[in-house]
C-alpha cells in the first residue's frame, strides 16, 4: 500500500514540475513575441531632439509623411477631433507599424476609432499603446473590450478575429475562459446571419 502512495505522490510531483516546466517555456515565448511587437513599434521613433524649437518660430511640416500624419493625429486629439485623427490614421493604416505615437496618443486614436467603428483598427491600436507602455495585461483587456463592442454593434465576425488575435497571442491569458465562452456566443450569433 506505501509503495503505491509512493508512487502516486512520485507521479503527481512529476507531473507537476513537468507542467511548470511547460508553463515557463510558454511565459519566456509570449514575453518574446511580445517584445519583438513592441520593437518592431519602437524601431522607427526618433531619437529625442536637443533642443526645443523657439515658440515664436511656426513649426515646419516634417518632410516625412508618416511623421507628418502622426503631428496630425496628435494635433486632432488635442483638439478634440478623433474623427480627424481616425481619418488620419486610416489613410496610413497599412504602415501603422512605422508610426511613432506615444502610449497615450495611440490610446486617444485607439478609443476614435472605436468611435468611428472601426473595430480591427481600434483594437491593433489600443493594444499597441497598452504593449508600448509595457501593460500586457492592458492590452490584452483591450483586445477583449473592442470584440465585445465590435459584438454587441453586430459585427461577430470582427469580434472573433480579435477573440482569436487574444488566444492566439496570450494562450494562457486569464480572460482565456471568458474569451472561449463569447467566442461560442458570436459563432452563433455568425450561424444565425
Do not use: C
Not at 511547460?22 to 519566456?28: L, V
Not at 515565448?29 to 526618433?46: C, D, H, L, M, S
Not at 467603428?117 to 483586445?143: I, P
Not at 459585427?155 to 494562457?172: E, N
Amino acid at each position: 500500500m506505501a509503495l503505491i502512495v509512493l508512487a502516486i505522490a512520485a507521479g503527481g510531483a512529476a507531473w507537476i514540475f513537468i507542467a511548470l516546466r511547460k508553463y515557463k517555456e510558454r511565459k519566456a515565448f509570449e514575453q518574446e513575441r511580445e517584445a519583438r511587437f513592441v520593437a518592431e513599434i519602437r524601431k522607427n521613433k526618433p531619437a529625442p531632439t536637443a533642443a526645443p524649437a523657439p515658440a515664436a518660430t511656426p513649426k515646419a511640416t516634417p518632410a516625412d509623411p508618416l511623421a507628418a500624419v502622426a503631428e496630425s493625429i496628435g494635433a486632432a486629439l488635442t483638439a478634440g477631433r478623433g474623427a480627424d485623427a481616425a481619418k488620419a490614421f486610416l489613410a496610413v493604416v497599412d504602415q501603422r507599424t512605422k508610426l511613432t505615437l506615444e502610449p497615450p496618443v495611440w490610446e486617444g486614436l485607439g478609443r476614435a476609432l472605436l468611435a468611428e467603428g472601426a473595430y480591427l483598427e481600434a483594437a491593433w491600436t489600443l493594444h499597441a499603446g497598452a504593449a508600448l507602455a509595457g501593460d500586457l495585461v492592458a492590452a490584452q483587456k483591450r483586445l477583449v473590450e473592442v470584440a465585445a463592442r465590435a459584438g454587441d454593434a453586430g459585427q461577430p465576425q470582427h469580434a472573433l478575429k480579435l477573440y482569436g488575435t487574444l488566444l492566439a497571442k496570450y494562450p494562457q491569458s486569464q480572460y482565456a475562459d471568458f474569451v472561449r465562452a463569447n467566442m461560442k456566443t458570436e459563432e452563433k450569433k455568425l450561424a444565425k446571419g
